[in-house]
Nanobody, 126 residues
């Protein structure tokens, strides 16, 4: 069982930056792929970024490439999402998720994740 708690959300102006954190419980954190998803009002949950459990292979949604960076600190059981050059369309609830390592890369489909956090709100004003 893995419990995930996100933090770091808030209100920021367009062009600004935020850093989200996701703290995980459990001693096996470093054996899970980790991912970030987001859900805007009236829209489906969408993939943002993922990082693999072993060598830290990362993948990003096209909409955030070059602006967002996912990283993990296994010693702290924490995964991060650094968000730069934020846009109003980045406004959403951001969720952290953990997936059992079936494969070398983290999944980009929400259904392949086993554990989810409660989410943190990110609001970008224009």
């Amino acid at each position: 069982q893995v419990q995930l708690v996100e933090s770091g959300g808030g209100l920021v102006q367009a062009g600004g930056s935020l850093r989200l954190s996701c703290a995980a419980s459990g001693r096996t954190f470093n054996t899970y792929h980790m991912g970030w998803f987001r859900q805007a009002p009236g829209k489906e949950r969408e993939f943002v970024a993922t990082i693999s459990w072993s060598v830290g292979i990362t993948d990003y949604a096209d909409s955030v490439k070059g602006r967002f960076t996912i990283s993990r600190d296994n010693a702290k059981n924490t995964v991060y999402l650094q968000m730069n050059s934020l846009k109003p369309e980045d406004t959403a609830i951001y969720y952290c998720a953990a997936a059992r390592p079936l494969g070398t890369r983290g999944p980009i489909v929400a259904g392949n994740y086993n554990y989810w956090g409660q989410g943190t709100q990110v609001t970008v004003s224009s």
